[in-house]
T-cell receptor, first 114, second 114 residues
Framework: GNSVTQMEGPVTLSEEAFLTINCTYT??????LFWYVQYPGEGLQLLLK?????DKGSNKGFEATYRKETTSFHLEKGSVQVSDSAVYFCALSPYGGATNKLIFGTGTLLAVQP | DSGVTQTPKHLITATGQRVTLRCSPRSGDLSVYWYQQSLDQGLQFLIQ???????AKGNILERFSAQQFPDLHSELNLSSLELGDSALYFCASSGTGTSVSEQYFGPGTRLTVT
């Protein structure tokens, strides 16, 4: 079946450090891949997405590349800020079929210290 | 602001009771999704409606039901509530039901069953 595996958190970094949050997936065909972010006390916001192999999604300095060969969609940012502290969710939407429901990973808490 | 509204924001009720959560999608979006976020289960897809019809079901209990009305708003009904139903319930909407269509999340309804 379809599933998403994310690295365990929490991830604690100093401001301006480089961020990587690993995400791998299991799915048939070519699912769409997403990163969502949840700030404390808020709902989920779409951070970026990629819909086909080798696509790179980017937003607000964050990037992730859809790697079909390694079934991965790792999230990166070159220089994190305190305001990036949040929970990050990797998700997939199955290819084709009747639904584009999202299947989420467990989430990774990022804490950025000044 | 995602444009998706959910009411109420908080709900506290007793075991055995029934509650209704309401969601209004972004203007023009035809698809509505319900998700449950809990500490032990993470973020799980419950059900999807598209233009008034059920499109897909996920891990939704038989005690739970949902519907989408002609004006496209949706309601999630939870009955015979148990302590384990305490969770954050999110509604999301998207323009279409296809896998490339991103979902926009509401702020959630926090349900506490005592």
């Amino acid at each position: 079946g379809n599933s998403v595996t994310q690295m365990e958190g929490p991830v604690t970094l100093s401001e301006e450090a480089f961020l990587t949050i690993n995400c791998t997936y299991t799915a048939t065909g070519y699912p769409s891949l997403f990163w969502y972010v949840q700030y404390p006390g808020e709902g989920l916001q779409l951070l970026l997405k990629a819909t086909k192999a080798d696509d790179k999604g980017s937003n607000k300095g964050f990037e992730a590349t859809y790697r079909k060969e390694t079934t991965s969609f790792h999230l990166e940012k070159g220089s994190v800020q305190v305001s990036d502290s949040a929970v990050y969710f990797c998700a997939l939407s199955p290819y084709g079929g009747a639904t584009n429901k999202l299947i989420f990973g467990t989430g990774t808490l990022l804490a950025v210290q000044p | 602001d995602s444009g998706v509204t959910q009411t109420p924001k908080h709900l506290i009720t007793a075991t055995g009771q029934r509650v209704t959560l309401r969601c209004s999608p972004r203007s023009g979006d035809l698809s509505v999704y319900w998700y449950q976020q809990s500490l032990d289960q993470g973020l799980q897809f419950l059900i999807q409606y598209y233009n008034g019809e059920e499109r897909a079901k996920g891990n939704i209990l038989e005690r739970f039901s949902a519907q989408q009305f002609p004006d496209l708003h949706s309601e999630l009904n939870l009955s015979s509530l148990e302590l384990g139903d305490s969770a954050l319930y999110f509604c999301a909407s998207s323009g279409t039901g296809t896998s490339v269509s991103e979902q926009y999340f509401g702020p959630g309804t926090r349900l506490t069953v005592t």
